[in-house]
């Protein structure tokens, strides 16, 4: 390890933690079994993966530390017993990951995002260049940071033939292939096993919600748009459910504490999940929503909720279907949407029987997308 630009000031060890000042008058107090537990030596970690090399219960329950020193390069030497295992730690990295300094890391919650309502888009829609998306790294990190920040993009100048989908997620990502196939085509159809292949209006919903786990992205492309309708409209169901949150506290703990069942079924397939409609992590904020009025299964829940539940279920639907929230748009031939699933909202306007309107449909999922960014980001660093 090289000589480093001291971080630390002081330090000393109190009953079973570590206590260090830093050098911006920061204090951090690290607990041994922590710090024994993210040992960067070779004995704990693969140097090369960094991956660790032993389980928590291989730590001595009654593990502390003896002491803790200084060595010639400014590196932290901690010694633990009854190990006698000796780890060194270099001061920034107990600076970049001590856990009192440092949120855990978290790029789906809604405190990560740029939430968004009708008026946020004025100046006009995130749109980024097909070609630039495909053939140059800062047009696909504009992309990806579009998803993650504002949870969709329109991809524009997309070949207009069949299968730029799948040829879009292989510059991103994989495929997650369903029961649809790895594509599906949008377009009206004969008795239809889904209400998206007619021509009916379709009101806000995320993409089946019936999968566990949901598909995290969906793509839509343009094909044909001759119709009259047929419009898309998207809705922030983050921003949502923060209203809903402002407007009900009461009504949105029941919608995140109540788990509710969606089906999908035809004559091959029977799918069924039991989730709640809006999601929150360990710190009490919305990771994840899911609303769909087509496949929302038979609703049973303990007599005495289901006043409450339909009250709540009704404040959120009516706060989803309101104007200042949708932005409506036509897509155009050539226009491919990518929308975040677990978030964005999307419906359609009804469309008339004259005129073609055609689009194909497939699903990636976010992880894919947000490692291509990470990647893409430290490049930049
Ligand atoms: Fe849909």
């Known amino acids: 390890m090289s000589q480093e630009i001291e971080l630390i000031v002081k330090f000393s060890i109190v009953d079973d933690e570590l206590v260090i000042e830093w050098y911006d008058g920061k204090e951090s107090r690290v607990y041994a079994h922590w710090l024994r537990d993210h040992c960067q030596m070779p004995t704990s970690i693969n140097t090369n993966n960094g991956q660790r ?29 009854p190990e006698n295992h000796l780890s060194v730690f270099s001061q920034s990295w107990l600076r970049k990951n001590c856990y009192d300094l440092n949120l855990h890391f978290d790029d789906r919650s809604e405190r990560q995002k740029k939430l968004w309502q009708k008026d946020t888009f004025e100046a006009g829609l995130p749109f980024v260049d097909f070609e630039s998306m495909c053939n140059d790294e800062s047009g696909k990190l504009d992309m990806l940071r579009l998803i993650r920040d504002v949870g969709f993009v329109v991809l524009e100048n997309v070949p207009t ?5 799948l040829k879009v997620i292989s510059e991103l990502g994989y495929t997650r292939e369903t029961n649809y196939g790895a594509l599906f085509e949008v377009r009206t159809e004969v008795n239809p096993n889904n209400l998206a292949y007619t021509n009916m209006g379709l009101r806000s919903h995320t ?7 949901v598909p995290t992205v969906q793509l839509l492309h343009c094909l044909e748009s001759s119709t009259e309708g047929g419009d898309s409209v998207l809705v922030d169901g983050f921003k949502a459910a923060t209203v809903l949150r402002q407007e009900s506290k009461e009504d949105f703990d029941i919608l995140t504490s109540t788990w509710i069942n969606f089906r999908f079924s035809d ?7 039991r989730v709640p409609m809006i999601e929150l992590n360990d710190n009490n904020e919305i990771v994840k929503v899911r609303y769909n009025n087509r496949s929302i299964d038979t ?12 009250k709540a279920y009704r404040h959120w639907s009516e706060i989803i279907e309101r104007d200042d929230l949708k932005i409506i748009f036509k897509l155009s031939e050539g226009d491919l949407m990518l929308l975040d699933n677990t978030r964005i909202m999307h419906a359609r306007t009804a469309f008339s029987k004259k005129g073609k309107r055609y689009l194909q449909g497939a699903y990636t999922d976010l992880d894919g997308l947000y490692s291509l960014l990470n990647i893409l980001e430290n490049r930049k660093k």
């Open 53 to 81: 090399l032993f389980s928590v219960v291989d730590i001595p329950e009654e593990t502390y530390i003896e002491k803790a020193y200084k060595d010639e390069k400014g590196n932290v030497c901690v010694l633990f017993q």
């Open 267 to 273: 004559a091959k397939t029977d799918l069924r999940s």
């Open 299 to 310: 609703i049973k829940l303990p007599t005495n909720k289901i006043r409450h539940f339909y």
């Open 207 to 213: 993409d089946n919600p019936y999968r566990d786990p």
């Open 161 to 165: 033939k069949e299968g730029q989908v």
